[in-house]
Every structure is written in structure tokens, then in C-alpha cells.
């Protein structure tokens, strides 16, 4: 299976990879563990059975390896059902540059052990 995007390209400005860890997020005043899907600099995807609604905004929660914890603001993009759960793409609000030298860094870093294993 590729580790390229597993999602339509549609309008990205930003390169994605596979992001298969444990995040969090916060909507409603209530705090749920979700499964990564992808990462990139404009934002994040997530698998959820919890419904959002259009343009909902969220905070997310996630770690990235060999970096940093974060806790972005978010708005949701677009999402897709999947048999009972939806996957959710969600745009950064407003992220430091940190965060995207480091989101930038771990895709550089899954890109390259994808062409090595290749």
C-alpha cells in the first residue's frame, strides 16, 4: 500500500503523508481520541464516529515524532463517510512557524523511507 495520500487531491496546497497515530480533539466542550489519517501543513485527518458540522471549528491535539506536542486551532474542511465513521479533513487556523517546520520535517522524513523501501 502506497503512503501517499489516501484522499482526493482536491485543492491542496500542501504535500500530505499518512499520520497514523492517536489524536485529540476538543469540540463542544468535550475532548475525544481519534485515529490519524494524513498531516500536512494546512491541516490534519482524522477517523471519528462524532459528528461535526459544516465549517466547525475545533482545537486538535497531537504529537508528531521525533517533535513536538500541539494543540492547533481548527476548521473543518470536508469529510467523507466510510462505512460507520467519517473521515474529517480540517484546516490550521493559525499555526506557528514551528509547527510547520516540524510538519515539514516528518513529511520530508515519511517521503524519503517511502522511496527507500520502494
Known amino acids: 500500500m502506497s503512503k501517499e495520500s489516501v484522499l482526493p487531491p482536491s485543492r491542496r496546497k500542501f504535500p500530505r503523508k499518512v499520520f497514523r497515530k492517536k489524536i485529540t480533539f476538543l ?13 500536512g501543513e494546512g491541516g490534519i485527518s482524522f477517523k471519528s ?10 482545537i486538535v491535539n497531537f504529537f508528531i515524532s521525533e517533535g513536538d506536542f500541539f494543540s492547533v486551532r481548527t476548521t473543518l474542511k470536508n469529510k467523507v463517510q ?6 474529517y479533513g480540517v484546516g490550521f487556523d493559525d499555526i506557528s512557524i514551528a509547527l510547520k517546520r516540524q510538519i515539514r520535517a516528518y513529511v520530508a522524513r515519511k517521503s524519503s523511507t517511502q522511496f527507500e523501501l520502494a
Not at 27 to 39: M, N, P
Not at 49 to 58: A, E, S
Not at 82 to 87: K, L, T
Open 49 to 58: 464516529d462524532y459528528v461535526l458540522d459544516d465549517n466547525q471549528q475545533i
Open 27 to 39: 469540540c463542544r466542550g468535550k475532548a475525544t481520541v481519534v485515529d490519524g489519517v494524513e498531516i
Open 82 to 87: 466510510a462505512n460507520d465513521q467519517f473521515i
